[in-house]
């Protein structure tokens, strides 16, 4: 018999509690993903899945609970500075420069990572090989995204954490997405995605976060009261 212990999670939420706005956002979650695993977290808009997520980046702290990183949490500073290395973040904030080209807005994240050479395979996975010299304002909502999906590629970190990651995409950019999510997760990665969206993804956790305001009267409701004779 193997006295080998499972490995350590690489990630593990500890009872985690969340607030906004003096508001409980999440209470007494416990996750624990390991190198190729996925947690999806999905909900209503304003249910707080953006909140969530910047606390995962160690944007902002839990109100109870921790989150660790190889058993460490991330709150304390050596430790993020080490984890904050791990992640790719990719929000609604795209953080595209309109001033460089398609390219050098991959390339200049890649010479700050010191890697190069993978910034233009990500932008033709991606289907932007020929808008490459093109300045980003030539770009469709889609194709910014696009371009953020490839620089997360490129730079090639292994925790992602992915909010709203699929909005704009057309079907055949959200099935690239669900694509390099995959592969990323076979070769040991973790992916984490907020969306209000139907994604794809295998062997996921999946936790739904209820609506923080009740709907009190839909618009049928409201339109119905409303006297419009
Ligand atoms: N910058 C902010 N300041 C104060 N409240 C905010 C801010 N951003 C979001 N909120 C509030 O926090 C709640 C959760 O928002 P958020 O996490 O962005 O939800 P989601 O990403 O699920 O749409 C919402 O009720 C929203 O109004
Ligand atoms: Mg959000």
């Not at 909005?167 to 995959?182: F, H, M, S």
Request: proline share 5%.
């Amino acid at each position: 018999m193997s006295n080998r212990k499972p490995p350590f999670p690489r990630l593990l939420l500890n009872n985690v509690s969340c607030m906004r706005n003096a508001q409980q956002i999440l209470s007494h979650v416990n996750v624990s993903l390991h190198d190729g695993g996925a947690f999806v977290l999905t909900g209503a808009n304003g249910s707080g899945k953006t909140t969530f997520m910047r606390m995962l980046a160690g944007f902002s702290r839990p109100s109870a609970g921790e989150v660790l990183w190889n058993g460490h949490d991330i709150q304390k500073s050596a430790i993020f500075h080490q984890y904050k290395l791990q992640l790719n973040w990719v929000s609604l904030k795209d953080a595209i420069n309109d001033k460089c080209n398609v390219l050098d807005n991959i390339q200049w994240f890649e010479l700050l990572e010191g890697k190069h050479g993978k910034a233009m395979p990500a932008l033709e996975l991606m289907g932007l090989g020929r808008l490459a010299k093109e300045k980003p304002k030539m770009l469709s909502m889609g194709q910014r995204k696009r371009l953020q999906l490839a620089r997360m590629l490129a730079i090639d970190r292994p925790i992602w954490l992915l909010d709203e990651p699929s909005v704009a995409l057309d079907d055949e950019g959200v099935k690239l997405l669900e694509y390099i999510i995959a592969e990323h997760r076979k070769q040991g990665g973790i992916a984490i995605v907020a969306t209000h969206l139907p994604i794809e993804m295998e062997d996921s956790m999946v936790l739904r976060l209820p609506p923080r305001f009740p709907r009190r009267m839909s618009h049928t409701d409201m339109l119905g009261r409303m006297d419009i004779s």
